[in-house]
């Protein structure tokens, strides 16, 4: 779609009037029709403001002119998955697994590597080949490039030691010690737990990047261990396969 469609489109799907999408992005009514006849399209801080009015990327307000590609792992982009940075906004050039209210989250290429694989090996692509390919492609990518500039001398990966250290002195029963913590985005692991009432709740935010990581429980069986966390909480559950009939078993704010 043209910019002047998609406007028009986000308008009236949020239910506003073009006096009342003019209010709130401090222009007049007569931009906003501009914009829908494809007289004019909105500058720079405009644009950044419809984006962050209707949760949409700025491609997006564009007509996607281009392909948007995290750039620390290479994924393509789409606006549901696009990283935010402290105060919601999008932040285009990477995805929400990369990168996090203003955090980058891979320090280690290798470790981001072996992150990858499970999600890109298939039947036509081996692990041998996904391996080679994100061996030859990340050192091409802006993050990568830039590390020296970009990284924060360490301080996330202490930041993950100090979390795996407090989980694991939480010394819960069956639940074999944590090693790594990966980044995981809300709206995937959002499970619902069953209160004593009977209705379900859902602690998490779908649009907000955690740390954790799935264990298998040294009761063997169908369940796994879940470990959720980010500098405010740490949370343990237990479920089955896909995250079938979750269990609480732990919510500790830090």
Known sequence: MSTKEVIYELRTKNGLSQDELAEKVFVTRQAVSRWETGETVPNTETLKLLSKLFDVSINTLL??????????????LEDSIISREKDGTLNEDYCQWCYADGTYTYSDMDELIETCLPH??????????????????????????????????????????????EINDLHIEG????????????????????????????????????LG???ESEFGGD????????????????????????????????
């Open 175 to 210: 639940m074999p010690k944590l090693e790594k913590l990966n980044a995981l985005v809300g709206q995937y692991v959002n499970l619902p737990y069953r209160l004593p009432s009977g209705a379900e709740v859902k602690f998490l935010n779908d649009k907000t990047t955690y």
């Open 120 to 165: 890109m090996v298939n039947e036509n692509f081996t692990e041998e080949q996904a391996r080679a390919y994100m061996k030859q492609m990340l050192p091409n990518l802006d993050y990568w490039k830039r590390y020296e500039e970009l990284s924060d001398n360490g301080e996330f990966d202490a930041f993950k030691q100090q979390l795996i250290d």
């Open 213 to 215: 990581n799935q264990l």
């Open 63 to 76: 007509g996607s002119p281009r392909q948007l590609r995290c750039q620390c792992c290479g994924m393509p």
């Open 223 to 254: 369940r796994c261990f879940g470990v959720l966390a980010n500098m405010d909480f740490i949370m343990v559950c237990t479920y089955e396969k896909d995250g079938v009939n979750p269990e609480l078993v732990l919510y500790k704010k830090r």
